[in-house]
């Protein structure tokens, strides 16, 4: 059963980066056609997505953030990563992995979500 | 910048029907959009509800379902139950790499 685990600071202070890790298991990450994407909800608000990862490499941002993110893969380590730099409060929220349904552009698998404070 | 607009607010009477819907700021969501649905409880993950339109994801009951009606995808209700209540997200795919979820609806059953 495929399950997605996210992992990194809870809290991390205004200007520097936010860096979160999204690990995969019971499936590989470049194994199949799949995209990883990662989802953020700022405390009470709606879902953003922040952008997805194919399993070719090919990555796409919510232009929006883009300027500011940086997605990537660890395939070694069944692993894709989230670097938001320049952070504000706007930032604080609930950040999720997900994995896509194949070939239908929707998110199927979702982590549990974890909460970054960005705060002095 | 589209956006992917719900309404904000619905309610339901237990055992009835509703119908929350998804449009665009500009244009009309079609099935090229692959528009899917989540649902989400507070606290707890989005859990996906509906893909490409109409596809029932694993293990969802079938009162829940999903089409497009005229220019917006819909997600209707059919026999609502108390445990039926949260926040429901609409997702559309706009190409190029493009995803945009809608704002949320909350829906009360009552």
């Known amino acids: 059963q495929l399950q997605l685990q996210e992992s990194g600071p809870g809290l991390v202070k205004p200007s520097e980066t936010l860096s979160l890790t999204c690990s995969v298991s019971?499936?590989?990450?470049?194994?199949?056609?799949?995209?990883w994407g990662w989802i953020r909800q700022p405390p009470g608000k709606g879902l953003e997505w922040i952008g997805s990862?194919?399993?070719?490499?090919?990555?796409y941002y919510n232009p929006s953030l883009k300027s500011r993110i940086t997605i990537s893969v660890d395939n070694s380590k069944n692993q894709f990563s989230l670097k938001l730099s320049s952070v504000t409060a706007a930032d604080t929220a609930i950040y999720y992995c997900?994995?896509?349904?194949?070939?239908?552009?929707?998110?199927?698998?979702w982590g549990q979500g974890t909460l970054v404070t960005v705060s002095s | 910048q589209t956006v992917v607009t719900q309404e904000p607010s619905l309610s339901v009477s237990p055992g009835g029907t509703v119908t929350l819907t998804c449009g665009l700021s500009?244009?009309?969501?079609?099935?090229?959009?692959?528009p899917s649905w989540y649902q989400q409880t507070p606290g707890q993950a989005p859990r996906t509800l509906i893909y490409n339109t109409n596809t029932r994801s694993s293990g969802v009951p079938d009162r829940f379902s999903g089409s497009i009606l005229g220019n917006t995808a819909a997600l209707t209700i059919t026999g609502a139950q108390a445990d039926d209540e949260s926040d429901y997200y609409c997702l559309v795919y706009l190409g190029s790499g493009i995803w945009v979820f809608g704002g949320g609806t909350k829906l009360t059953v009552l």
């Open positions: 997900a994995r896509d349904t194949s070939g239908y552009y929707s998110f199927e698998h």
């Open positions: 990862i194919y399993y070719s490499g090919n990555i």
């Open positions: 500009s244009g009309s969501v079609s099935t090229s959009y692959y």
């Open positions: 019971g499936g590989s990450i470049s194994s199949s056609t799949y995209y």
